[in-house]
T-cell receptor, first 115, second 114 residues
Framework: AQKVTQAQTEISVVEKEDVTLDCVYETRDTTYYLFWYKQPPSGELVFLIRRNSFDEQNEISGRYSWNFQKSTSSFNFTITASQVVDSAVYFCALSVTDSGYALNFGKGTSLLVTP | SAVISQKPSRDICQRGTSLTIQCQVDSQVTMMFWYRQQPGQSLTLIATANQGSEATYESGFVIDKFPISRPNLTFSTLTVSNMSPEDSSIYLC???????????FGPGTRLTVL
């Protein structure tokens, strides 16, 4: 069985602070994919990143960066110099071949960035 | 990437009625899925919509309640049958692109059942 844990339910930061959202996953599959999505107040789910289990390279995209560590089964997401527009719920998700690549979501972390 | 549209975007329905939600993808995709997001909750998979065959349902979801069709590689429908207030949720369609195993979501259908 697969499981995704996002232990942080809510995080509140002041603009320009850095913030890290934690994601821990469980799976017995050796091939799997990890995702992060952003859900702003408008409700749409915005794809941020996909990472497969064979690629442990960290990735940076502008103010966003992701740290994938198989040794600790974690796929953490850092926003540098946060902005008010970053306020949203962020979901980490896992998919494996045996589940037909359907996504298994964590409970989400609600991030509030205040001016 | 794939662009996904859903209709309707929102609806308010009476108890006991049914609503069909349409999902259209702008390109052919290998897999399509339907998720439910109850208020303040995460997303839960309802079923995988299989092209040309019956959908594959997750535990807790049944075909009589959530019949799904997928007549081709770009279109799917989800019906919420015999609705009750507990069905009030956002229903989201998603599609997986085989090239990069990316999964994109439609804007969702916000359903309120009175």
């Amino acid at each position: 069985a697969q499981k995704v844990t996002q232990a942080q339910t809510e995080i509140s930061v002041v603009e320009k602070e850095d913030v890290t959202l934690d994601c821990v996953y469980e799976t017995r599959d050796t091939t799997y994919y990890l995702f992060w999505y952003k859900q702003p107040p408008s409700g749409e789910l915005v794809f941020l990143i996909r990472r497969n289990s064979f690629d442990e390279q960290n990735e940076i995209s502008g103010r966003y960066s992701w740290n994938f560590q198989k040794s600790t089964s974690s796929f953490n997401f850092t926003i540098t110099a946060s902005q008010v527009v970053d306020s949203a719920v962020y979901f980490c998700a896992l998919s494996v071949t045996d589940s037909g690549y359907a996504l298994n979501f964590g409970k989400g972390t609600s991030l509030l960035v205040t001016p | 990437s794939a662009v996904i549209s859903q209709k309707p975007s929102r609806d308010i329905c009476q108890r006991g009625t049914s609503l069909t939600i349409q999902c259209q993808v702008d390109s052919q995709v290998t897999m399509m899925f339907w998720y439910r997001q109850q208020p303040g909750q995460s997303l839960t998979l309802i079923a995988t919509a299989n092209q040309g065959s019956e959908a594959t349902y997750e535990s807790g979801f049944v075909i009589d309640k959530f019949p799904i069709s997928r007549p081709n590689l770009t279109f799917s429908t989800l019906t919420v049958s015999n609705m009750s207030p507990e069905d009030s949720s956002i229903y989201l369609c998603s599609a997986r692109t085989s090239a990069y195993n990316e999964q994109f979501f439609g804007p969702g259908t916000r359903l309120t059942v009175l």
